[in-house]
């Protein structure tokens, strides 16, 4: 019988724990068929930071380094540069991202290190227990702003591209969304325009992908991602925001049709 389909082999056998609904297995099923269908598993480093990402070491076929709360922009740099014909990709949430940090995210960016950030954007602390995240969109509830974000008090939700959009650093920057199957199919060629940009030595790239988080939300699967078209693309509007790939591509193109 002809074989049509089976599992990638970026991901290993064993049995994830993440909450029924939660797109982080979705995302994860995507970059590991990214990258072996790039053709780098065998070369692929991941740094997996706290949250809900934490074990994501225990799911990737490839070699994978635990690092402290924020930092893994920063292990991420000194593995690239020590071996910079690894393809070296961070795995993160909007708590460990966004929050603690920012800061590496963002000089990793402005020094143009030439690493690939794959960012979970659920709005939430998820494995902590759902408190407000510095994705948490205005009135929504967590547990730690019962009545809604107030703006008032806790300021505004960051959006991450639009904030390294002006970065010099930055080849590559796209939001997408895994609210529906057509969102999950743009995923899948964000993330692999991200792995050519590095693999080309452009600069750095991200990738932020809208994600559910069911369990804290109080929502049912579909209704969640409901909730996320609704409430979070409107927020965070997918899109490219940099790609200095493209042209890269194109001009390939040109020089071919003119040979």
């Known amino acids: ?16 724990f993440y909450c ?91 020094r143009g290190e030439n690493i690939t950030i794959v960012f979970i954007n659920n709005t939430i602390y998820g494995m902590t227990g759902g408190q407000m995240a510095p994705t948490t969109l205005p009135g929504e509830r967590t547990t730690t702003t019962q009545t809604g974000r107030d703006t008032s008090k806790a300021g505004f939700p960051i959006r991450v591209c639009e904030l390294l959009q002006s970065v010099t650093g930055v080849a ?14 743009k995923t899948k060629a964000a993330f692999k325009k991200a792995i050519e940009t590095q693999m080309r ?10 994600s559910t988080c069911p369990t804290n939300w109080g929502l049912a699967p579909a209704k969640a991602q409901q909730w996320l078209r609704e409430n979070m693309i409107p927020y965070f509007p997918p899109g490219v925001f940099v790609d200095k790939l493209t042209p890269v591509l194109n001009a390939e193109k040109d020089a071919k049709k003119e040979k």
């Open 201 to 210: 030595g452009l600069g750095f790239s991200l990738v932020e992908v809208l």
């Open 172 to 185: 590559y920057l796209e939001r997408t969304s895994l609210d529906s199957p057509k969102g999950a199919i």
């Open 1 to 16: 019988m002809e074989k049509v389909f089976e599992k990638t082999k970026g991901l290993t056998k064993n049995r994830m």
């Open 20 to 110: 029924p609904g939660c797109t982080h297995g979705v995302a994860h099923r995507l970059w590991a068929e990214a990258v072996e269908e790039a053709g780098y598993r065998e070369r692929a480093v991941g740094i997996c930071p706290v949250g809900c990402s934490v074990f994501a070491y225990y799911y990737f076929n490839n070699d994978c380094i635990g690092a402290a709360h924020g930092r893994a922009p920063a292990v991420a740099t000194g593995v690239k540069r020590v071996s910079p014909e690894k393809l070296v990709y961070t795995y993160q949430g909007d708590g460990d991202l966004a929050a603690i940090g920012t800061a590496e995210m963002i000089h990793a960016a402005t």
